[in-house]
């Protein structure tokens, strides 16, 4: 997470608010963030998502949810009914689509306010699809899946993020791994060097 300072484990909460409106422009987790002071990685990440939220499906690349969906289920070869987990997903929109092909979707967020767009967008499209509120690091359900996604931004998406980048990363990697079922496929995206020197 190159240009956060740190601080004893935490970030300053001025450097969030810096590294948020180089990317995004002022949502309401500024206020959030400039109240709450200094806090963890963590905290300022769900805090970022949390004011996100509302405005999220108004970037362009949620346009592609559909060719997007299309590609998972080629690629992973996702039988008819396959249980799949979204790790990072956001509002929803993964799975709500995934959800509405048939699958059996369980979507795991850490930030509320993704989760609770998610739940009005699939409550909108008339799909089931299973919220959980979790930190990808902890998250785990035992060979319970056919297949794992984690297209997010917050996710493995941040890669070298946390306290300790070596071990956040290392965590959802086990995680995913761990909720596979034998044979079980996952797809994951992750920033590249390219794109983070492009942003800072």
Do not use: K
Request: one cysteine or more.
């Amino acid at each position: 997470m190159a240009g956060l300072a740190r601080r004893g484990g935490a970030l300053d909460r001025h450097a969030i608010i810096r590294f948020c409106r180089r990317h995004d422009p002022p949502g309401p987790c500024f206020p959030q963030v400039a109240e709450e002071g200094r806090m963890s990685v963590h905290e300022g990440w769900r805090a970022f998502f949390d004011g996100h939220a509302p405005a999220y499906m108004q970037n362009v690349f949620t346009r592609n949810t559909q060719a997007e969906v299309a590609f998972l289920v080629d690629v992973l070869r996702l039988p008819p009914g396959a249980r799949i987990l979204d790790l990072g997903c956001g509002t929803g929109r993964h799975s709500v689509a995934l959800a509405g092909r048939g699958f059996q979707v369980v979507g795991v967020d850490l930030s509320h306010g993704m989760l609770r767009q998610a739940q009005l967008a699939a409550r909108e499209a008339e799909a089931r699809v299973a919220w959980i509120q979790a930190d990808a690091t902890r998250f785990s359900a035992p060979q319970a899946f056919d297949a794992a996604i984690c297209l997010c931004e917050g996710a493995f998406g941040l890669i070298g993020a946390g306290e300790d980048p070596q071990a956040h990363d290392a965590a959802i990697a086990r995680n995913l791994a761990h909720s596979l079922r034998p044979g079980g496929r996952l797809m994951l995206n992750a920033s590249n060097g390219l794109r983070l020197q492009a942003l800072h």
